[in-house]
C-alpha cells in the first residue's frame, strides 16, 4: 500500500475556500476510490472512478464536491468553499483490473478554520 | 443500505493476552468481507475472506468468517505493544470493490 500516495498530508484552508486533495495510485492501477473519515467514525465511501470516469458518487456530497481521474495524472478530490464541517481525514485507495484488495494512502488531513 | 457493525469499540488489554474482535454485517449481494489495521496512517491490509468456515492466518493474526450468521471474527494471540491500532472491518457488496465500514475497534495493548 506504500505505492498509493496522497498530498497535502495535511492541508489548512479558511472557511469559503477551496481544497484540492491528489491521489496517486498504485502504479497500474486504474481503479481509485475516495474515503472520509470524520472524528470518531469509521471510513464512509464518497466515489469510485475508473480512469476517466466516474462510476459511482452515491456517497459525494451534491453540492461543492467533485472528483476526476484524468488519462494522465493523479486523481483529484476538489472541495469548493469549504466549510468546517469538511475537516476529516480523506483517504484514496487503488485496485489493479484483477486485484481483489484495495490499497490505502495515507491520507489528507483537511483542517477548515 | 450495507451495514457493517464491529464491536467492541474499544479494548485495552496487557501485552501477551489473547484477543477477539468481532464484525457483524448486513448486505445485499455479498461478495466478500476484509480486515485492516489502522495505526496513524494508511489502512493496511489484514485478510480478504469470501467463504465460510475457512480460516485465514498471518503469524498471530487470525480470521474466519460464517456467511449464515453473517459475522467474522479476528483473534490476535500473544498481543504485543504494536498491535495497538483501529482494526477496521468492511464488506464489499457489489461488482466493483466499493467497501462499507464498521466504526473500528481501538485496541490498546499496554506493556
Known amino acids: 500500500n506504500a505505492g498509493v500516495m496522497q498530498n497535502p498530508r495535511h492541508l489548512v484552508r479558511r472557511r469559503g475556500q477551496e481544497a484540492r486533495l491528489r491521489c496517486s495510485p498504485v502504479k497500474g492501477h486504474s481503479h481509485v476510490y475516495w474515503y472520509r473519515q470524520l472524528p470518531e467514525e469509521g471510513l464512509k465511501f464518497m466515489v469510485y472512478l475508473q480512469k476517466e470516469n466516474i462510476i459511482d458518487e452515491s456517497g459525494m456530497p451534491k453540492e461543492r464536491f467533485s472528483a476526476e481521474f484524468p488519462k494522465e495524472g493523479p486523481s483529484i478530490l476538489r472541495i469548493q468553499q469549504v466549510v468546517r464541517g469538511d475537516s476529516a481525514a480523506y483517504f484514496c485507495?487503488?485496485?489493479?483490473?484483477?486485484?481483489?484488495?484495495?490499497?490505502f494512502g495515507q491520507g489528507t488531513r483537511l483542517t477548515v478554520v | 443500505e450495507d451495514k457493517v457493525v464491529q464491536s467492541p469499540l474499544s479494548l485495552v488489554v496487557h501485552e501477551g493476552d489473547t484477543v477477539t474482535l468481532n464484525c457483524s454485517y448486513e448486505?445485499?449481494?455479498?461478495?466478500?468481507l476484509l480486515w485492516y489495521k489502522q495505526e496513524k496512517k494508511a489502512p493496511t491490509f489484514l485478510f480478504m475472506l469470501t467463504s465460510s468456515g475457512i480460516e485465514k492466518k498471518s503469524g498471530r493474526l487470525s480470521s474466519i468468517l460464517d456467511k449464515k450468521e453473517l459475522f467474522s471474527i479476528l483473534n490476535i494471540t500473544a498481543t504485543q505493544t504494536g498491535d495497538s491500532a483501529i482494526y477496521l472491518c468492511a464488506v464489499d457488496g457489489t461488482s466493483y470493490g466499493k467497501l462499507t465500514f464498521g466504526q473500528g475497534t481501538i485496541l490498546t495493548v499496554h506493556p
Open positions: 448486505v445485499t449481494n455479498f461478495r466478500s
Open positions: 485507495a487503488s485496485r489493479g483490473d484483477f486485484g481483489a484488495e484495495a490499497f
